[in-house]
């Protein structure tokens, strides 16, 4: 397991350490799962941009019921 520092100003800290008690939940499980979801989060959007880049058309729910003979039926 490796360790990340880095810093934060005062008032955020505080909210998180009010937060950390609220949930009554340790501050490491907190920046945990809030850093877990980050990356998650940022690896969709490269994904969807690799996509975005491909110039491929793009169609509608509309289009593609229609496309499928499935326009009115859903």
């Known amino acids: 397991m490796e360790t ?42 490269l994904a969807a941009k690799a996509v975005l880049d491909k110039n491929e058309p793009m169609y509608t729910l509309a289009e593609v019921e229609a496309l499928l003979g499935l326009a009115g039926k859903i």
């Open 4 to 45: 990340i520092s880095f810093q934060v100003g005062n008032t955020d800290f505080e909210r998180f350490l009010a937060l950390s008690k609220q949930t009554k939940q340790s501050t490491d499980a907190i920046l945990n799962a809030a850093f877990i979801s980050c990356l998650e989060d940022l690896e969709d959007v």
